[in-house]
T-cell receptor
Framework: ETGVTQTPRHLVMGMTNKKSLKCEQH?????MYWYKQSAKKPLELMFV???????ENNSVPSRFSPECPNSSHLFLHLHTLQPEDSALYLC?????????????FGPGTRLTVL | GNSVTQMEGPVTLSEEAFLTINCTYT??????LFWYVQYPGEGLQLLLK?????DKGSNKGFEATYRKETTSFHLEKGSVQVSDSAVYFC??????????FGGGTRLMVKP
C-alpha cells in the first residue's frame, strides 16, 4: 500500500449505531487530519494531530471522537450520529505542521446516516 | 480570519479550450497557496502550489501565479482535455495547522 488509505470506503449506519473510520498513511508523516466534505459546503477541517497529539479541534460535536494511537494511524469513532452527518470524510497527512507542507489525502469514506 | 473565495461552477468547456478558474484569498500575512484537484470517487490531490509572492506553480499544463497585489491565485490551462474534468479547490495555509479551502469549482470538458 502506498500513500493514504481509508477504510471502509462506504458506510451506512443508523443513528444508534457505533462505528469507526480508519486511516493509515504509509508516507512516514508526522501530522494527520480529518476533514468533512458535504455537498454544497466548503471542506471543513475537523481534527489535527501532530506526533499523536491533538493540536486542533474545530468545534466538532462530541459524537465524533478521534484517536491517533501512532503517527501512521488515525481513527474517527462515530456514535449516535444524525442524518446531517452524512458526508464524505477525508483523511490527510503531511510531513510536519507548517504553512508550506503539502497535505496528502486519502480517497475518503462515504458515510450515510439513516 | 482567513478565507478563500473561488468562482462557482460548473464550468463547461470544449476540449482544447482555455481555462481560468479564479481564486482570491483574505489572510493576515502571506499564506502559502495551493490548488487541489478531486477526480470522481477519489480524494484530493495536490495539483500545484506557491509559497511566496510572484511564485508560479505549474503541473500537468496547469499554472497559477501568486499575486500579492491582487491577493489572487488564478488557475489556468491553455488547452483542456476531457480527462481534466474534476472539481478544483483553491486553498491557503497561513497558520500552519489550518488549510482553508474554497468551495470548489466543477470543471466539465466536452469532446
Amino acid at each position: 500500500e502506498t500513500g493514504v488509505t481509508q477504510t471502509p470506503r462506504h458506510l451506512v449506519m443508523g443513528m444508534t449505531n457505533k462505528k469507526s473510520l480508519k486511516c493509515e498513511q504509509h508516507l512516514g508523516h508526522n501530522a494527520m487530519y480529518w476533514y468533512k466534505q458535504s455537498a454544497k459546503k466548503p471542506l471543513e477541517l475537523m481534527f489535527v494531530y501532530s506526533l499523536e497529539e491533538r493540536v486542533e479541534n474545530n468545534s466538532v460535536p462530541s459524537r465524533f471522537s478521534p484517536e491517533c494511537p501512532n503517527s501512521s494511524h488515525l481513527f474517527l469513532h462515530l456514535h449516535t450520529l444524525q442524518p446531517e452527518d452524512s458526508a464524505l470524510y477525508l483523511c490527510a497527512s503531511s510531513q510536519e505542521l507548517g504553512r508550506n507542507n503539502e497535505q496528502f489525502f486519502g480517497p475518503g469514506t462515504r458515510l450515510t446516516v439513516l | 480570519g482567513n478565507s478563500v473565495t473561488q468562482m462557482e461552477g460548473p464550468v463547461t468547456l470544449s476540449e482544447e479550450a482555455f481555462l481560468t478558474i479564479n481564486c482570491t484569498y483574505t489572510a493576515t500575512g502571506y499564506p502559502s497557496l495551493f490548488w487541489y484537484v478531486q477526480y470522481p470517487g477519489e480524494g484530493l490531490q495536490l495539483l500545484l502550489k506557491a509559497t511566496k509572492a510572484d511564485d508560479k506553480g505549474s503541473n500537468k499544463g496547469f499554472e497559477a501565479t501568486y499575486r500579492k497585489e491582487t491577493t489572487s491565485f488564478h488557475l489556468e490551462k491553455g488547452s483542456v482535455q476531457v480527462s481534466d474534468s474534476a472539481v478544483y479547490f483553491c486553498a491557503g495555509n497561513n497558520a500552519g495547522n489550518m488549510l482553508t479551502f474554497g468551495g470548489g469549482t466543477r470543471l466539465m470538458v466536452k469532446p
